[in-house]
């Protein structure tokens, strides 16, 4: 492996000295695709974040243009989401417009869906070095330094690019999206509030904004433009609006309430405590979810209510009303109190199930407290920082508690780990699979 990274590395090297910039951020990218997580990789890349101008390109560039056709072609591939097609398409037009501030953009996008953030981090400032007026390079630049956790540089390229193209209600959405990371509400709201003002037509904008009036209490108009997820272009996540003929139900007392799933097992589980309420309702209640939660809400919820897996079509004939499962919530909860109306436990795992597992911890904690870890998200947005290595959440916890795996998938070596690094053993229940038997991890915990 190290003669090719040494070959890769030499290439780029030569490239940079004869002012080919692009030339060496193709070798570089090309040696990320392959080894990623290499750190003489990751040290050339960010070295091609700030190139040095050469004494061949001069002090000034002359930015090259792009015909309009390949713009689109470029747009449209983004459109589809073809983003390793982008990239490769970018590289090859950067053979003949190596000074586009356009293409080096669209390179940076492609790149940063592919996650090589460092990669797309030295193409968008070489966009913006080739035209210091491209605000949507300043913006591209901001999304990825926030996801390389360089959050004052985010917000400064964010403002940037406001300051240089006020009426872009794209430009004003990124730069809420960086405040609502970093939890400051208010400056969130108020860009989604300004996007929205730009362009009312604006989908993502719309639910943002909707966000950010829940996170402030102000949960008739937040429920309602959450509502605009289903107008978005492209959603990263959930089940598509079902095909039925029947109306969206309002919230008032129906006969027959059909209540879908549409987003994951949390959510399910978080928007469970309506259930009862749901019921109360109408006179029958289907709720489509989760294939591996249907045991596990048919014993807490009794007869009152039909669960059918989720993905599954439900006939017209069967129901009058239908509701998608956060619409539903929405509708039970448009005031602060409303949220007090369950505040009881309303999940019944098996009792032997929790016998059995409670019995077996207590005689080999000996008696030490019982403590569940699980420390990894798999969201592709939010994932890596809502995640912690388990080695430092083990080393956080005294010595004195009994340890216990909540974490779902394959998570040996972690384990492994652990035990190696901090002499704690963290005790997995192999007969319990923490991802599909969910009745049973219900128990577990």
Known sequence: MSVSIDRIIKSAEKSIKFGDFQAA??????????????????????????????????KSIQVDRVP???????????????????????????????????????????????????????AHRRCIALDPKYAAGYSNLGNVLNQLGKFEEAEEAHKNSIELDPTD??????????????????????????????????????YNLGGANLQHRNFPDGWRQRESRWKRWTRDDGLPFIETSKPLWDGSNVDRLYVWSEQGVGDEIM??????????????????????LRSLFERS???????????????????????????????????IDDFRSSTTAYLKPAKHVVDSLRKTMLEASSGKPIIGMSWLSKNKKVGKKRSISAVDLAAAIPDDFFLVNLQYGDVSEDVRDVGLMTKKGIASFDNIDNWDHLDSFAALI
């Open 25 to 58: 951020t193709s070798a570089c990218y090309k040696g990320l695709e392959a080894y990623p997580n290499n750190p003489r990789l990751a040290a050339l890349a960010q070295r091609l974040i700030n190139p040095q101008t050469s004494k061949r390109q001069g």
């Open 271 to 292: 928007f469970a405590s309506t259930f009862n309420e749901l019921a109360s309702k109408s006179n029958s209640l289907v709720v489509a979810c989760a294939p591996r």
């Open 68 to 122: 309009r056709s390949v713009v689109k072609e470029l747009a449209a591939l983004i459109d589809s989401n073809e983003f390793l097609l982008l990239t490769k398409r970018c590289l090859e037009l950067l053979e003949t417009y190596q000074n586009s501030a356009i293409v080096w953009n669209f390179l940076g996008c492609g790149q940063f869906k592919q996650g090589y953030p460092l990669m797309a981090e030295a």
């Open 301 to 335: 919820f009794g007869d009152k209510i039909t669960f059918v897996s989720r993905g599954k079509d439900v006939p017209d004939e069967q129901f009058d009303f239908h509701a998608p499962m956060l619409t539903a919530t929405g509708l039970l909860r448009q005031h």
């Open 169 to 206: 209600a794209n430009l004003q959405n990124n730069l809420g999206a960086l405040y609502d990371e970093l939890g400051r509400y208010d400056e969130a709201r108020k860009y989604f509030q300004k996007a929205f003002d730009l362009d009312p037509n604006y989908a993502s904008a719309e």
